[in-house]
């Protein structure tokens, strides 16, 4: 903890007013009425269970008080302050939040989300942050697994959720928000996570811990609040509830059995060839693995969390690659990849489901319909007719809460997002059904509901292989279990011995490890991915070329020739490196060529050499023209939300025109003492080089070494992620699109030296090489990465193709060719390299 905030909690820790008041707080979605005067007060040093069926409200409540969403109507006051849609205020007032579903940045790294994610003073120096980022994991859990220098995409829910957690708790927070944290946690680190909010709540801080899983939250929680269709309906001590009580409090009614009834249906199969036979299945994470699932039956495969379950199960749905036999309805089966396994009958579930499950361009229905989507097309033509039909069954079925089943699945609480992926995944009749946590974050009587639909799946003949960490669910649902350890099958438990205490019992004996390491990129991978790679890579390509044109033509290589491609090549990266910030923050710029263009003409009648006045003059325009341009596209884009492609290619023309209006035809000279100062050179060296490596390093330190060059990058990555951090993306869209412009202009004085007069479509050539350039530099076109190094190596690699094809004897079309195939080849290499690592 440190001293400020140890200062703050024992300073108030006599305090005996709320840490957290939500007073009559409103909030509609549309027509959804999300929370109706929801008045909420958790004091100093209480745990607090928020419980409530799926869409209930709980998380937007959360939402509303730790800033990221404005309520309709009431009061959010962190510690005294009032934080009302104003996520940095709520930081500052001592809240952190653990969402649902880790709000990572996947392109930045582990230390750079944590320190993204604490207010501002208490950031250790940028040098300092590997070293404190690591401090703060350790805090939670000495795990040599997660190095905070790796990528936040390449580590795996469970991993990014300890990140989540790590980075809330060493705020030491006045005010913690747990939003299901237990969902992606083994029972180890349940335990782990109750003592650490135990401690925390003794220190003074206020915790509110979201959760389905009633056993926990009996088990933590001082009092609850019971939140039911937006409405509060009641806070109670939690010592005088039993779990039945709370049940009944969540669902409004009390559940008479949480499970189905085990019908015996495999009996009614007998002689039927088993659904699924695996013998010595091998592949990475798991070896020599038999399982056979026979017609009608539900197994289940328990394990303490890393020892091959989901790799196994993956390798069965075809999603990761294995050896040995598989056989599927009595049948040699090859199921080498996904479209393998559906059309074998095999219907998966994710664990993941964010990433995995949930099409999120796409409706609630198309999503619960899209596993299923061949049972309502006849020749390959879908009925709208039974697509409605059939996907309005599923939501009533899994009682799916949503305003309209056209309504995007994104709008869904998490609960109902998942109830839409199973519904979709049971109603498409597969032959074997493998579940991966179906249950994960749904409320109780969903439970019971899902539960149902599995052995109602199994009843038609199908088998069911489902995982859990729950293992009172695999009781309760499985015919048998099977428990694996260090990636093999070791234990089974059917009939009688087959209890909640007895998987656990078989689970504990099997194994003690806990592997985490699966999910790290390979070496290679790693390296290949990293942000500089293109810059050795990029300069042997340069030099290559440049020895096989000097090879090809023994006049190549001479001062003059080297001069001009290292001019020339300067003056692209510096218009690159424009276009590369606007790229790492999400957008787009078109504006940069003609911006540059429009320079050399404003010098073609300032910068003449007729006195200071006139220089003073024309430079003020230059900059003025500069601002104008970069704060137009950010208020385009950030305040009239037009799309960045939209906005930019608007600008392009109004710029482009402007240029021609002011110099209709190229013309006046500029003064000769400016271009020879602009022209300059150091041997070959010329100072446009100079000044493109001063941008390049300038850039580079900033990106790397800067909150706001992280936070740039952070938007680019995710500005949903961004947001709930409590990053502006207005502020963020204002430095990359007017730091671009001014790059842009000093592109554009870097041209004057090689047009020599106003000419107005000088900078047309480089709308599009300044994105091929930061494009094979390395940078993101979605965002997020890039350096500014391998943008300069990219420009003068280009350059050089245009300078060097006459000299290998090819024609001018070729400098074209040559150049997209550089581009398409680098895009291709990137975005291998950078795939994130399968789950
Ligand atoms: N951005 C949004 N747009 C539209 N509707 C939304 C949005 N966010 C939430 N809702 C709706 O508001 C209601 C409450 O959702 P919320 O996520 O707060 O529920 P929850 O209690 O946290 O559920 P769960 O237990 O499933 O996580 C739901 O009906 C949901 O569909």
Redesign the pocket.
């Given at each position: 903890m440190t001293e400020t905030t140890q200062q703050r909690v024992s300073a108030d820790r006599t305090t005996t007013t709320a840490r957290l008041r939500l007073e009559g707080v409103s909030k509609a979605?549309?027509a959804?009425q999300?929370l109706s005067e929801v008045t909420l007060e958790v004091p100093a040093g209480q745990i607090h269970g928020l419980i409530?069926?799926?869409?209930?409200?709980?998380?937007?409540?959360m939402a509303i008080a730790s800033g990221a969403l404005v309520p309709d109507a009431g009061q959010a006051v962190v510690d005294g302050h009032d934080v009302r849609g104003d996520a940095t205020a709520a930081r500052a007032a001592g809240l952190a939040i653990v969402r649902?579903h880790p709000a990572l940045l996947g392109e930045l790294t582990v230390a750079d989300n944590i320190l993204l994610a604490v207010p501002a003073g208490m950031r250790p120096p940028v040098k300092d942050v590997v070293a404190w980022a690591r401090t703060c994991l350790d805090a939670w859990d000495d795990r040599p697994d997660i190095d905070p220098r790796m990528r936040a995409d390449h580590l795996n829910p469970e991993q990014q959720f300890i990140v989540e957690l790590a980075r809330a708790l060493c705020q030491s927070p006045a005010v913690l928000l747990l939003d299901?944290p237990s969902e992606h946690l083994k029972a180890a680190d349940v335990e782990r996570l109750f003592r650490v909010v135990r401690e925390l709540a003794a220190t003074g801080s206020a915790v509110v811990y979201i959760s389905?899983r009633v056993k926990e939250v009996r088990e933590i929680s001082d009092r609850v609040t019971v939140?039911r269709n937006?409405v509060n309906r009641g806070t109670r001590e939690t010592a005088d509830l039993d779990e039945a009580q709370i049940i009944e409090l969540i669902i409004g009614r009390s559940l008479d059995a949480q499970y189905p009834v085990k019908e015996a249906v495999t009996e009614r199969f007998r002689g039927e060839p088993a659904v699924l036979e695996a013998y010595g299945l091998q592949g990475d994470g798991f070896r020599g693995a038999d399982l056979v699932i026979d017609s009608g039956e539900v197994v289940g495969l328990a394990g303490i969390d890393g020892n091959g379950q989901a790799q196994f199960a993956r390798a069965i749905a075809g999603l990761q690659k294995y050896t040995g036999q598989l056989k599927l309805g009595g049948y040699p089966a090859r199921i080498s990849n996904p479209v393998a396994g559906v059309k074998a009958g095999v219907a998966y579930v994710p664990a993941d489901r964010h990433r995995e499950g949930v099409f999120p361009d796409l409706s609630v229905r198309e999503n619960a319909m899209i596993r299923g989507i061949r049972s309502v097309a006849r020749f390959g033509f879908v009925s709208p007719r039974l697509e409605r039909r059939d996907g309005a069954e599923i939501l009533r079925r899994y009682s799916v809460?949503?305003?309209s089943p056209d309504?995007p699945i994104?709008?869904?609480?998490?609960?109902?997002q998942q109830k839409v992926v199973m519904g979709g995944a049971l109603a498409g009749s597969p032959r074997l059904l493998v579940l991966d946590q179906p249950t994960q974050?749904v409320?109780v009587g969903a439970k019971t509901e899902i539960y149902t639909h599995i052995r109602d799946v199994a009843a038609t003949g199908a088998g069911v292989l489902m995982l859990s960490s729950d293992n009172g669910e695999l009781a309760g649902v499985c015919d048998r279990v099977v428990v694996m350890s260090r990636g093999q099958i070791v234990a089974e438990l059917a009939g009688n011995d087959l209890s909640e205490a007895a998987i656990t019992n078989a689970v504990l004996r099997a194994s003690s490890t806990h592997d985490h390491r699966a999910v790290a990129p390979s070496r290679w991978k790693s390296l290949l991915g990293h942000d500089v790679v293109p810059v050795p890579v990029l300069l042997v390509l340069t030099l290559l070329l440049a020895i096989a044109a000097q090879i090809s033509d023994d006049t190549y290589l001479t001062t003059r020739n080297i001069s001009l491609v290292l001019g020339l090549g300067a003056i692209l990266a510096v218009a690159a490196s424009a276009q590369a910030l606007v790229l790492m923050q999400g957008g787009f710029d078109l504006s940069i060529g003609p911006l540059m263009s429009i320079v050399p003409v404003i010098a073609s009648y300032y910068l003449i050499g007729a006195g200071a006045g006139y220089d003073v003059q024309g430079w003020l325009f230059v900059v003025l023209a500069a601002v104008l341009v970069g704060v137009s596209n950010w208020g385009l884009g950030a305040l009239l939300k037009i799309p960045p492609m939209m906005a930019s290619f608007g600008m392009w023309t109004v710029l482009a025109a402007v240029a021609l209006i002011l110099r209709p035809q190229a013309g006046g000279l500029i003064a000769p003492s400016l271009l020879n100062q602009i022209t300059r050179s150091f041997g070959p060296i010329p100072l446009a080089l100079i000044v493109a490596v001063v941008v390049a390093a300038a850039l580079e330190l900033w990106r790397t070494h800067t909150v706001s060059g992280k936070a740039v990058q952070a938007v680019g990555s995710s500005r949903d992620a961004s947001h709930a951090m409590g990053i502006s993306a207005t502020r963020v869209a204002f430095i990359a699109y007017v730091g671009s412009a001014a790059l842009a202009a000093l592109a554009g004085v870097l041209l004057i030296g090689q047009t020599g007069t106003g000419d107005p479509t000088a900078g047309e050539s480089y709308v599009l090489t300044s994105v091929a350039a930061a494009v094979v530099g390395g940078v993101a076109l979605t965002g997020g990465r890039g350096s500014f190094w391998g943008v300069l190596c990219a420009a003068v690699l280009l350059v050089q193709i245009q300078t060097a094809t006459p000299y290998l004897g090819l024609s001018a079309g070729w400098q074209q060719i040559l150049v997209a195939l550089v581009t398409i080849v680098a895009v291709c290499i990137y975005s291998l390299a950078r795939r994130r690592p399968a789950r």
């Open positions: 979605f549309g959804v999300a409530g069926e799926n869409g209930a409200g709980k998380s937007t409540l649902q299901e389905h939140l937006g809460k949503t305003a309504a994104g709008s869904l609480s998490g609960g109902n974050g409320d």
